[in-house]
């Protein structure tokens, strides 16, 4: 008792137990009412004092700051849970707040507590036993059925039904890769439009285009290449100095540094150019670097469209999809190197501009494209997407459902 912090509160024997029934009860009540379609959705006031709107059990174990022991143990698990198979987090909370109040009921009659556990730990094996002997073989129809009920819980019935086909289509296409990993699905949002008009793309949607107003804007029959060469200045890595004694040897320094970058722009400019006479097909380049706008001129000269400072992910995604390999050299500029698709298009919408890359030759990857009219409904319906992806493809790995 001496090392106890003098602001730190003792209960008697018996009364933390009681606290913690009192702190399940409040948890139960404050999300059992987000549970199915019919529940109802909570305002939250960040600290940065930005307002949530969410019935979303994820984002409430996030945003609220719980303070009592069991409350941070039970959003932790739930979080935990709802990041392996998205979604679930509510009901989770619910069943495991209920569950500690009719323990806490025996315990009260004099139970012992050990003997609540055990008995908890027998129900649990019965209970999985039993679901898994009435659990049903997935199909087509029941599948996109599930989509649909996952998705109701989280946004309106109309989109449900818009968004559910969507889901399953994506799910599908990356089945089709050994790895099956629900993150090469890209949810990209579009400030334009209804909800309703949000579609599947067979294919990859980059939230920027070329940076030269002379790049193309639509290609057909084209090649791929996917690089992470740098086309413009960079910092060295290490510290590092150059040494100059007068103004002649630095311009020289600058000079010979240029025609190193601009050696690599003019080597990509003459591969694309190769390719359109020999094969017919159009070069574009997606780089994880960044291109300067000489590289660009250059570039463009030669009717390639350039995409610069492309995501890690997209790179990997765009592999999946159009095949090929990373370029890191000028000299693995090759054409067994490269990627292919059926088309590519550029569409400008307000100040945001998007790069349609469509009629890929492999699954593995796609996109969701999600449209709406105001910033919070796309950013519900993203948050549904995402979740109900997770749940899809545990229940497609398992082919079982209840």
């Given at each position: ?5 003098s ?19 409040a948890?139960?009540?404050?999300f059992?009412?987000?549970?199915g ?5 909570k ?7 930005t ?16 303070i ?18 998205g ?6 909370i ?19 507590v ?21 659990s049903v073989?997935?199909n ?11 998705l109701?819980?989280k946004v309106t ?31 990209m ?15 990859l ?30 910092k ?22 240029r025609e ?51 995501k ?10 159009c095949?090929g390999?990373i370029?890191?050299q000028v000299?693995?500029l ?5 990627g ?26 796609c996109?969701?494209l ?13 948050s549904?997407i ?7 493809n545990?229940?497609y790995?398992?082919k079982?459902?209840?």
């Open positions: 008792m001496q090392s106890t912090q602001d730190a509160q003792i209960t008697q024997s018996g009364q933390a137990m009681k606290i913690n029934n009192n702190t399940t009860h948890m139960k009540e404050l059992s009412t987000t549970i379609p019919n529940g109802t959705f305002g939250i006031i960040t600290p940065g004092q307002l949530t709107i969410t019935k979303n059990g994820d984002i409430l174990c996030k945003d609220i700051q719980f009592n022991p069991t409350s941070i143990v039970l959003t932790k698990a739930a979080s935990s849970l709802y990041s392996t198979y979604d679930g987090s509510s009901t989770f619910t069943l495991s707040s209920e569950i500690f109040t009719n323990s806490f009921k025996y315990i009260c009659e004099g139970c012992p050990t003997r609540v556990c055990n008995g908890l730990q027998v129900a649990m094996s019965d209970v999985s036993r039993h679901i898994e002997s009435i073989q997935i087509d129809e029941i599948f996109e059925k599930l989509a649909f009920n996952l109701n819980t019935k109309n989109l449900a039904k818009i968004a559910a086909p969507l889901l399953v289509k994506a799910i599908k296409n990356i089945s089709q890769s050994q790895f099956q990993d629900t993150n090469m699905v890209e949810i949002k579009m400030n334009e439009g209804e909800a309703s008009d949000t579609r599947y793309v067979e294919g949607v980059l939230d920027h285009a070329g940076r030269h107003y002379a790049m193309p804007t639509k290609l057909d029959d084209v090649v791929i290449m996917v690089t992470n060469m740098s086309l413009e200045y960079e060295p890595e290490i510290t590092a100095q150059f040494v100059y004694s007068n103004a002649q040897q630095r311009e020289d320094l600058i000079k010979h540094e190193f970058i601009l050696a690599k722009a003019r080597a990509i400019a003459a591969f694309g150019t190769d390719i359109k006479n020999s094969t017919g097909k159009s070069l574009m380049v997606v780089s994880e670097k960044g291109i300067d706008p000489f590289s660009l001129e250059i570039l463009a000269k030669a009717g390639i469209l350039a995409l610069r400072r492309a890690r992910r997209n790179l990997e995604r765009l592999l999946y999809m095949g390999n370029i890191s000299n693995q090759d054409i067994n190197n490269l292919y698709c059926q088309r590519v298009r550029t569409r400008i919408i307000g100040e945001d501009k998007y790069t349609f890359i469509e009629g890929t030759p492999y699954k593995g990857s996109t969701i999600v449209r709406g009219s105001t910033a919070n409904q796309i950013k519900r319906l993203q549904a995402r979740a109900s992806l997770k749940a899809l545990m229940t790995l398992n079982k459902v209840v």
